[in-house]
């Protein structure tokens, strides 16, 4: 429980601050990109911080609600910033266009939905998304899947067309991340922390590379 706790409160610290380097890049240049980063990462540090809450004050159930949806879609968000430096813009504009509709639908549909209070009652456990019926969780798949592949795809193309060890990190941290909500899916919540703890890392780490000299700048370029 502590472990779970540290890793999720890490996870939490280190989106924020991602969230708020690329904030401050969208205030900038008000780019449908760099919002689409934005967007993913500010999700990624609610989604951890809830995470982080439920182990030392348990489970609200408003916060749960905007929890899972949170951590449901962020990475559809990531994905759609990494497809603005990889197809053309109007296949970028088209995917964060579905996506963002998807996510406000399953806020509809979250917020609808009934509640198993005995798994909100479960303090310092990975419940996942099993409070929620199952017609709540089919949204899950329909961001996290195409969203992963957008990710992923697109920083180890990055990676392998640019020559790019920071895309190579990137996309590393985020089949990890994805990995981690494949087996929570499966019925093994406990890896989520992990997973996304060193998932983040690596992500942060690629972030960090791009910004050396000489180095491609492939997160920035994805956002710019």
């Known amino acids: 429980m502590m472990m779970n706790l540290v890793l999720w409160g890490f996870a939490s610290a280190l989106s924020g601050y991602f969230a708020y380097r690329i904030f401050r890049q969208w205030t900038a240049k008000r780019k449908p990109s760099h919002l689409a980063w934005f967007v993913g990462f500010f999700f990624y540090f609610f989604s951890a911080l809830g995470s982080t ?85 089919l949204y899950s798949p329909m961001l996290t899947i195409p969203g992963s592949l957008a990710l992923i795809a697109g920083s180890f193309y990055t990676f392998v067309r640019r020559r ?15 990995m981690g909500g494949m087996f929570t899916r499966l019925g093994l919540p406990e890896i989520l922390p992990v997973a996304n703890s060193v998932g983040i890392s690596l992500i942060f780490y690629g972030y960090a590379l791009s910004s050396k000299p000489h180095v491609i700048r492939t997160v920035e370029n994805a956002v710019n």
Not at 164 to 178: C, D, E, M, V
């Open 53 to 137: 809450l439920s182990y030392v004050i348990g489970w609200d159930v408003t916060m749960y609600r905007i929890w899972y949806v949170t951590a449901a879609s962020l990475v559809a968000f990531l994905g759609a910033g990494q497809l603005y430096f990889t197809v053309k813009p109007k296949w970028a504009h088209l995917f964060l266009g579905l996506i963002s509709v998807l996510t406000v639908a399953m806020f509809i549909k979250v917020f609808n939905s009934p509640l198993a209070v005995d798994k909100l009652a479960l303090h310092g456990e990975e419940i996942g998304g099993t409070a929620l019926p199952r017609a709540a969780r």
């Open 164 to 178: 790019s060890k920071s895309g190579l990190w990137i996309g590393i941290g985020s089949l990890i991340i994805a």
